[in-house]
């Protein structure tokens, strides 16, 4: 199939973009997607809107999980027998958006993971009409700046666009601060992170959270906030309790391949979108409980020793929170792998707000090359760590019969590249 409707500005973008792409995967440099992509829009700066006349673009973003929940959603919406192009690789600036829709193909639902920056600048472009807006939380300071002019942003793009769907996580504060005034389908995922909401988005004061249930037990949806300016959590029959997500009176089981409780979440969100744009609720289920990885996410590769390691991302204080939480569901090996280049955010501080405590009694590697950083960050939470900078010797050198290998962004794409 060919691209339609493309002027020749527009082809003599495609074919340089894919050029350059096809230099970059073929000496080795990388997938190519976003280096392609900014070929392209700088042959042709108009180019997005061209890429996306004849598609149903649906974005979906948030801080933590966009990539599985773009991958749930597209393979619901392929199960249902639909065309869906996406940018499966996770390239999602407007180059790796740009890149994506620049693959042949016909009148699709695109559906594209965007990063929380970019919202403003491609929704117009592409005319979506349904965002899908998982949570908000800190990430990499030294670029993305405050939680809360995140959420600005957010709720300002919102107002401008009345008439755009959402699908969004009532159980983050900013993100129903953000959605607060649109068409939202509103989805309660429960309690979660945090460290990032103490305060209320939309007057600064103390949030109330409420606990319903005398367990305290987070995964069963109960978990509420509330301020006294009026801003609380928005009510809604969409609800995820434990593994079983109630869509009004519809209750919908999710049994995922994928691990971690954070993919629940994940996956409830992909679910309730995916019903909106029209696919049965337990086709979609069906559809996100056959998907194994993610762009290498959760991979298992077999170490020179023979033993099986997972490799898992996690890349902000959310983030590891949540797998920490998971690892204490085994007692296998564990390596965690620590850069700090521009994609990983060059400000580490967040590692002192990482429940690292989890860790103790456990046989550990800190490696990449902010080993010693997290070597010290370890040290003061009481676990004993063997430092290794290489993460592929660091696993062949802890116990375990198998290894968890959890790394930041960089370190992540290295090692699926030496792994595979």
């Known amino acids: 199939m060919r691209i339609p409707l493309l002027s020749r500005r527009d082809q003599l973008a495609v074919t340089a973009g894919r050029a350059v792409g096809w230099a970059s995967r073929a000496t080795g440099r990388g997938a190519g997607a976003h280096l392609s992509g900014r070929v392209m829009l700088a042959v042709q700066p108009g180019l997005l809107a061209d890429l996306a006349v004849n598609d149903r673009v649906t974005l979906v973003s948030a801080t933590n999980g966009k990539t599985t929940t773009t991958r749930l959603l597209a393979a619901a919406l392929e199960a249902d027998g639909r065309p869906v192009v996406s940018n499966r690789t996770g390239a999602n600036l407007v180059a790796g958006v740009a890149a994506a829709l620049a693959s042949p193909h016909s009148g699709s639902d695109a559906v594209l993971e965007v990063d929380e920056r970019i919202l403003a600048l491609v929704i117009d472009p592409l005319d979506a009409q349904l965002l899908v807006l998982g949570n908000l939380s800190r990430d990499q300071l030294d670029r993305f700046g405050e939680v809360r002019d995140l959420a600005d942003r957010w709720r300002a793009v919102i107002a401008a666009h009345p008439d755009v769907t959402i699908v969004a996580n009532a159980s983050d504060p900013h993100v129903a601060f953000a959605a607060a005034s649109a068409r939202t389908i509103w ?211 802890v116990d375990g019969a198998e290894v968890d290998i959890i790394a930041s962004y960089t370190q992540f794409t290295a090692l699926t590249r030496r792994l595979t």
């Not at 801003?231 to 999710?254: C, S, W």
């Not at 691990?259 to 609720?281: H, M, S």
């Open 187 to 397: 989805v309660d995922l429960g309690g979660g992170w945090r460290g990032d909401a103490a305060t209320c988005p939309a007057c600064g004061r103390l949030l109330q959270w409420t606990d319903d249930d005398a367990s305290g037990d987070d995964a069963n949806g109960s978990v509420s906030y509330s301020c006294p300016c009026g801003f609380a959590e928005p009510l809604t029959t969409n609800r995820l309790l434990g593994d079983t997500l109630h869509l009004g009176d519809r209750a919908v089981p999710i049994d995922l391949a994928l691990p971690g409780r954070w993919n629940v979440l994940n996956a409830a969100l992909a679910i309730t979108a995916a019903a909106e744009l029209g696919v049965d609720a337990d086709v979609a289920a069906a559809a996100a409980a056959a998907v194994t990885t993610v762009s290498g996410r959760y991979a298992t590769y077999r170490l020179a020793d023979g033993r099986p390691a997972r490799v898992l991302l996690a890349k902000n204080p959310a983030g590891w929170s949540e797998v920490l939480a998971w690892l204490d569901q085994n007692n296998n090996g564990v390596v965690l792998a620590v850069n700090a280049h521009v994609a990983d955010g060059r400000d580490t501080s967040w590692l002192w707000d990482a429940p690292f405590g989890r860790l103790r009694g456990r046989t550990v590697a800190a490696s990449g090359e902010r080993a010693l950083d997290l070597a010290v960050r370890l040290d003061y939470d009481g676990v004993d760590c063997i430092v290794e900078p290489d993460p592929i010797a660091a696993a062949a050198r």
